[in-house]
């Protein structure tokens, strides 16, 4: 096993045939999952509108450095289709981005260092 890396992914697709069963819960359970309860966790967050047309999950994904972000997109959007499959939700293709947080660089705007202006 090679040096882990933390990735952020998130996940995103579109819901398609869901029953009006699936709609019924999405829509009482929307507030629970808005801008507020985004946020990044192994579990994985679920976020969408009352519309119920696209949704996305934000995950934390910890993976070998050496497979990259190609392989955590992978491993979070077979959570995505898991938990989706769980819940009974139809949907779509699922697309993800990667961010690896370990080679992201920080850029602190504002703050100066000692003897700046």
Same mark, same amino acid.
């Given at each position: 096993?090679? +040096? ?9 697709? +579109?819901?398609e045939?869901? +029953?009006?069963? #699936? /709609? ?13 309860? *985004? ?5 994985g967050?679920? +976020? ?9 999950f ?12 190609? *392989? #955590?997109?992978?491993? #979070? ?9 769980? #819940? ?6 699922? /697309? ?7 080679? *992201? ?5 504002? /703050? ?6």
């Amino acid at each position: 096993m090679g +040096t882990q890396h933390t990735y952020r992914v998130i996940v995103r697709g +579109t819901w398609e045939g869901l +029953t009006d069963e #699936a /709609r019924e819960r999405l829509l009482a359970e929307v507030e629970q999952h808005g801008l507020a309860g *985004m946020q990044f966790s192994e579990e994985g967050s679920l +976020t969408y509108d009352r519309v119920l047309k696209h949704f996305s999950f934000r995950y934390v994904v910890v993976s070998d450095a050496e497979d990259g972000e190609e *392989m #955590a997109s992978a491993i #979070a959007e077979d959570r995505a289709e898991t938990a989706l499959r769980k #819940a009974g939700y139809g949907h779509g293709e699922l /697309r993800s981005t990667a961010t690896d947080m370990d080679t *992201m660089k920080i850029n602190f705007k504002g /703050r100066r260092g000692p003897g700046t202006a």
